[in-house]
């Protein structure tokens, strides 16, 4: 199998196992917490008055639902995800609340878009998964209309957002065999590197690229710590499979290497993201 196989291979298996289900899982606490990156891209959306709106990597659907809220009747927000059990979850919730919004599940990195069909394509922290991104880059350019806006927000690097490594920083002498961060693979923090960005979305055909640091304050209830480090990201995803009592001895040491963060009844972290912002060619070779 090719590396760039074995890589998506990886991700397909993660999101439809023990990544999704924890995102499912969690969903309430990471809905409220990422909000301000949602409103960030929503409010993109409006200031382009753009009608057609794909959201990639859209999970559970948070930025997805937003999204359609504020294009009204006249528009319509698309999302897709590699992730059965998030799409399900999607699908689900767009029933229970009639929101006016669907929903495919797929790799956008090969997904048959019909071409140039929609003309604003988001992300909220779901475009750094591709086994080759300027494949799924080019993918999504003959999905957009000529002109069509690119507006993402992806990680900056693993060291400018020290609250997301904690738990595996704090686990690591009780879990020797957890998975290294690969900086340039496909990963939380595969955008990290500015210039590659820049250079994936070039390769894939995208103009007027600019890429914008923010920081931004999140957070989410202190009483929801052991649920957040008992199921996200690579300690969590470990500890899916754990025995007890190893299972809790990782969660109290892992609790505590979280105490800067609490700050009365709420953890509180800032998070070091890229706005990216491209647009498709006026003319698009569509090939
Ligand atoms: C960090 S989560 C973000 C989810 C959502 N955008 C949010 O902010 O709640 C990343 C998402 O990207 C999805 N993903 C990963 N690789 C993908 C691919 N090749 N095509 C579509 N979705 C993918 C995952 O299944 C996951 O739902």
Redesign the pocket.
């Known amino acids: 199998m090719s590396t760039a196989s074995q890589a998506e291979d990886e991700?397909v298996k993660l999101?439809n196992g023990a990544a999704?289900r924890a995102?499912v899982e969690t969903r309430d606490v990471?809905e409220a917490m990422?909000r301000p990156l949602e409103e960030l891209l929503v409010r993109a959306v409006s200031d382009a008055g753009a009608r057609d709106v794909l959201d990639?990597?859209?999970?559970?659907g948070?930025?997805t639902f937003a999204v359609a809220r504020a294009l009204g009747p006249q528009g319509h927000c698309t999302g897709?995800?590699?992730?059965a059990p998030?799409i399900t979850a999607a699908r689900a919730r767009a029933e229970r609340e009639g929101r006016p919004a669907s929903f495919v599940c797929a790799?956008?990195?090969t997904y048959p878009f019909a071409p140039a069909s929609f003309d604003m394509i988001i992300?909220?922290?779901?475009v750094m998964?591709?086994a080759d991104p300027v494949q799924?880059f080019a993918n999504l350019r003959r999905a957009a209309r000529p002109g069509a806006a690119l507006r993402l927000v992806v990680w900056r690097s693993a060291a400018e957002n020290p609250f997301m490594t904690t738990a595996e920083r704090a686990a690591k002498p009780l879990l020797p065999d957890l998975p290294a961060r690969r900086p340039d693979g496909p990963g939380q923090f595969g955008f990290a590197d500015r210039a590659r960005v820049a250079r994936i979305l070039e390769d894939s055909g995208w103009g007027a690229i600019a890429i914008e640091p923010v920081d931004i304050a999140l957070s989410f209830p202190a009483t929801e710590l052991t649920r957040y480090v008992g199921r996200l990201g690579p300690v969590g995803v470990m500890l899916q499979g754990m025995e007890e009592p190893r299972r809790t001895q990782v969660i109290e040491t892992v609790r505590g290497a979280f105490a800067r963060y609490v700050h009365g009844t709420e953890i509180c972290f800032s998070a070091a993201c890229w706005v990216v912002a491209a647009r498709s060619p006026a003319e698009t070779a569509h090939g």
């Not at 990639?56 to 559970?60: A, K, N, Q």
């Not at 897709?80 to 992730?83: E, L, P």
């Not at 992300?123 to 779901?126: D, E, Q, V």
């Open positions: 991700q999101w999704g995102w990471l990422f990639i990597g859209c999970g559970t948070a930025t897709i995800d590699i992730s998030m790799d956008a990195q992300s909220r922290l779901g998964f591709f799924a």
